[in-house]
């Protein structure tokens, strides 16, 4: 799977659940009901600082991703967007799921 | 399911966390009821009557509250068959607006267009069709009689109703393993999914496992239509046991007894897990102190399952990575060592122990509850037996008694019995001849 693009914005699936868990998190998606397993305590402050950050990028630089690591988690991110788990959002509109 | 890793080295394999047991589990499976219209000969929960001691309808809520602040996300209600229960419907909205996910498995004898309309519009709810043969012949034969078209029904209903990628489940068995291209197209055919189980030797399973459970060669058909099939058949991690064979099969890939999954039994009692319902895997009851949560944190059982394992006479098995010993339960209830070989151990040292074992067949563990239907199968009864009766005319009287007060002018006349041809006639006393 190819990384997304460190410049679009993200946010996760209103339908997905998150728990964490001593390992990374568990991720459920009651639209598909399919499970997924992060396994790794940074990936999973990725994924909650989607909804808030202006760009993919800025969401892992505010986990504390290095330059260096970006491309695996964009790549990480990927497979997440593949199973929906987390979905593309207009730049710049993080209010909007708040506000609705 | 999917493992979503970032590439930095990990220090512990996510199996292992497993094997160490979660805060809370990922999923669970529910029996609301061993109530059951049916009486399939392999039941894993000796289903068939209501027990009254079943948690009632405010248990059952004050339960899903506990679930949703450990954030299940999702449990897989069972039985004996739940839709039977009166307060089913509304466990279900009250577990789907309280955030816990339902699936449910049901023989599809109240899936009605209504409820099947009910079903398709509610995201939060999955169904799962139990079906054991792609053709009546040899799923009647175990689930009974019109058990196969009451599911086709269902199937037909859920269909029609828009509902998408419910389950059709199977339990694999020796007679329905050439069926599984069968099984494949009626899921095709309804837009389900199809869902593949083991058999396991629990509950009345215990009764018919040698007569149902695959043989050795129809193991590695199933093996390998599993691995050209891949995750679009689902098989709730039941053939982790089969990886030995090479390639592992998708799924977690360890026996997730007490460490990611549990039973709440219709009572309350908490195993752990479906396929194991006697005392020795018993951690508790909901209705104790703590409820659920105190049980699944604190079971000394529980920990004992989170404790590192022995391979024991495993360990020296060179696929013991990839099976991990296999299936508690099938151990268990066939006498096997729990720290030994799985009873279809594909390297065929299950077998080689069974024909070994010294224990007989009397003496193996018994399920520790039996809530069959007495009189379906039928079984031999204990005590005297029916009473015996006679019917026949009792000699002394030529006609019914006569009442004081009858008013009838005919009263107490009889008629001469004996007709020209010496045989008794029939006729009443009104009408003489």
């Known amino acids: ?100 | 399911m999917t493992i979503v890793e970032a590439a930095r080295p990990q220090p512990m394999r996510l199996v292992d966390h497993f094997e160490l047991g979660l805060d809370a589990p990922i999923c669970l499976t529910w029996e609301l009821t061993y109530a059951c219209n049916l009486s399939c000969i392999h039941c894993l929960s000796s289903s068939g009557r209501r027990d009254p001691r079943e948690l009632t309808t405010e248990e059952c809520k004050s339960v899903i509250d506990e679930l949703q602040r450990m954030q299940v996300f999702y449990v897989n209600i069972g039985g004996g068959e739940p839709t039977v229960r009166s307060d089913f419907w509304e466990l279900v909205d009250y577990a789907t607006s309280h955030d816990v996910g339902v699936k449910f498995s049901t023989n599809g004898v109240k899936i009605t267009p209504e409820v099947a309309r009910m079903l398709a519009a509610n995201d939060y709810v999955d169904v799962q069709i139990s079906l054991d043969g792609a053709t009546p012949e040899v799923n009647d034969h175990i689930r009974g009689p019109r058990s196969y078209e009451t599911a086709l029904r269902a199937m037909q209903n859920l269909s029609d109703a828009g509902m998408t990628n419910f389950k059709l489940s199977v339990v694999c068995t020796h007679q329905n393993i050439p069926q599984l291209d069968d099984f494949k197209a009626i899921a095709d055919r309804y837009g389900a999914q199809l869902r593949l189980t083991r058999l396991r030797p629990s509950g009345r399973g215990a009764d018919v496992w040698d007569e149902l459970h695959p043989t050795k060669d129809q193991q590695r058909e199933l093996y390998d239509w599993l691995v050209a099939h891949g995750e679009g058949v689902l098989t709730g991690d039941s053939f982790f046991h089969l990886s030995a064979y090479g390639q592992a099969l998708p799924g977690l890939g360890l026996c997730g007894a007490g460490r990611v999954v549990c039973l709440i039994d219709p009572v309350g009692d908490v195993y752990a897990c479906p396929f194991a319902i006697h005392d020795q895997f018993l951690a508790g009851n909901v209705r104790m102190p703590g409820g659920f949560a105190e049980v699944w944190k604190s079971s000394e059982l529980f920990a004992r399952l989170r404790s590192p394992q022995s391979g024991g006479a495993c360990s020296s098995c060179q696929f013991y990575d990839t099976c991990k010993g296999g299936c508690m339960a099938a151990k268990f209830f066939t006498g096997l060592p729990l720290d030994g070989p799985d009873p279809e151990c594909v390297q065929g040292y299950g077998e080689e122990l069974l024909k070994n074992r010294t224990d007989r067949v009397e003496s193996l563990p018994k399920a520790s509850t039996d809530h069959s239907h007495l009189t379906s199968p039928p079984r031999p009864r204990s005590g005297m037996g029916p009473v015996r009766l006679t019917l026949r005319r009792r000699e002394d009287f030529d006609a019914p008694p006569v009442s004081a007060c009858a008013e009838d002018p005919l009263a107490g006349f009889a008629p001469s019995r004996e007709g020209a041809d010496g045989r008794i006639q029939g006729g009443t006393a009104a009408d003489p001849r």
């Open chain 1, 1 to 100: 799977m190819a990384g997304i693009d460190p410049g679009s914005a993200w946010r996760l699936h209103p339908q997905v659940s998150v728990r964490p868990e001593p390992f990374g998190a568990l991720l459920y998606h009651f639209g598909t009901r399919r499970l997924s397993f992060l396994k790794d305590r940074t990936l999973l402050r990725v994924v909650q600082g989607l909804q808030d950050a202006t760009d993919a990028r800025a969401a892992c630089a505010a986990a504390g991703v290095s330059d260096d690591h970006l491309p695996v988690y964009l790549r990480a991110l990927g497979t997440l967007a593949e199973s929906s788990m987390i979905v593309e959002r207009p730049a710049g509109d993080h209010g909007a799921e708040h506000a609705a």
